[in-house]
């Protein structure tokens, strides 16, 4: 089956298509990305996560590329990938890859692709780097060598990415009033790679903060993947609610997404999420700048542009879209549906690290509760419910399945005038009063992904109902 990247890198089933091979090949692809855009002299940053060997992907890549005279430096620990992404940024990479599946499950592994800013490389450029990695797949010539010899050679060293992230999150992020404001706190780095970060920067104070699920384990036992949505965290909830916690904090697989838990053991959405921390640096904090928003994302981002007069900008799903236009208008926040969000003055991709450390500056600053907070916010833009739900399908049903949706052309869905709808990722029904439904394929799954934001449950769950109808699923 040929590489193909999806909207953050390439990920695939350990030993059937993941397998050392085509992560060679990959590698290869990427040597030959850097040589033939001046990049080589720069070197190559490499990350990876606590999958099932992780770490020998990742010096498979080392292999190849400094078999291509590429000097490059290795990760020496598992680390999450914002960690990874600001250490290519402020080392001055010319490009980084990360091993890691991010939120799929234990059997998926994966390759991201990341460009020297830090960010998701542009559709450009994966477009080119993929295309490069076909030509190695087709030829099937590899370099590789050994990392004994590229450490004698001076091509290859390794380090902790750790401390300079540590250190430049606590630049952004007030972290002396997070550890005097006598939150109780519980994390959840779900097994993966953002585990003892959360205790690394909000020990020594009168903050308490607890961790469960901080020791490695590729199976990710009791959750369907490593995915920061309530379905997942029923043991981060019960210990919320069981200990009288403030709040609960969950990162999934490689710690770039975040996963809220309220003092009442309620899941907030991403939606929501993304919503407080706008409403965070906009009011809390007083900043302005424009924000950027996927398709997915809800129209409660552009409920607070108008509130505060700054411009929001929709993108396609995938921060290789988002990232770029954060980047060219210098904006406040950019985030999507899926629980990944970036901010300001630090890197231009999701870190669900940082979100948390704002969240929780949100609640000190204020003295409210996350409950309160939510309805802080309601009370600025309205109520607004949310909910997904992802269908399977057979793969060879795809084309059917977007011929039905793409020829329906409602007017209506459950009683809701079809104002617009965009087709740019997917099919998104625009709904009066401002409310959406939505209809995309997953770009690393074979799952319909449906999506609904209105007034109510019960009108989020009648849309959802039609969409599925509309798939014929």
Known sequence: MPIKFG???????????????????????????????????KGLYIGYDTRFASEHFA???????????????????????????YTIASGGYGAG?????????????????????????????????ESLIAKVESSGNVKRGTLEDAEKNGLLIRSNPQPDYLAKVSQIVDLGVLKEAGLSVIADP???????????????GKTNLKEIHGHRNPAFPGMAQP??????????????????????????????????????????TTLETFSLLCFHRLEVLGQRGPLVRSITMSSMIDALGKLYNVPVFVEPVGFKYLGP??????????????????????????????????????????????????????????PHVYHRVDLAYAPDQREVILSRVKNAKPTSLAGLAVREIDSRDGFRFVLENDYWALIRFSG??????????????????????????????
């Not at 010096?59 to 990874?84: Q, Y």
């Not at 779900?190 to 020594?204: I, K, N």
Request: proline share 2%.
């Open 7 to 41: 909207t953050d890198g390439w990920r695939a089933l350990i030993a059937e298509d993941f397998t050392f091979d085509n992560v060679r090949i990959c590698a290869q692809g990427t040597a030959d990305f850097l040589k033939q855009f001046g990049l080589a002299s």
């Open 227 to 268: 995915e920061p949505l309530a379905h997942n965290l029923g043991e981060l909830i019960e210990a919320v609610k069981s200990s009288k916690a403030d709040v609960g904090l969950a990162t999934d697989g490689d710690a770039d997404r975040v996963g809220v838990v309220d003092e009442h053991g309620n899941f907030l």
């Open 325 to 382: 236009v954060m980047m060219r208008e210098n904006a406040l926040a950019a985030g999507e549906e899926s629980g990944g969000y970036a901010f300001s003055g630090h890197i231009p991709e999701r870190d669900g690290i940082l979100s948390g450390l704002f969240l929780l500056e949100m609640m000190a600053k204020t003295g409210k509760a996350v409950s309160e907070l939510r309805d802080l916010l309601i009370s600025k833009v309205g």
């Open 59 to 85: 010096e498979a890549v080392a292999e190849v590329v400094t078999a291509n005279g590429i000097k490059t430096t290795l990760a020496d620990r598992a680390a999450p990938t914002p960690s990874v992404s």
């Open 97 to 129: 890859v990360i091993i890691t599946a991010s939120h799929n499950s234990g059997r998926y592994n994966g390759y991201k692709f990341k460009a020297g800013y830090g960010g998701t490389a542009t559709i450009e450029d994966m477009d080119k780097l």
């Open 190 to 204: 779900m097994y993966g790679s953002g585990l003892g970060y959360f205790p690394a920067l909000l020990s020594d």
């Open 444 to 473: 690393t799954e074979p799952l319909l992904r449906t999506y609904a934001e209105a007034d109510s449950q019960s009108s989020v769950d009648k849309l959802l109902k039609e969409l599925r109808h509309l798939a014929g699923i």
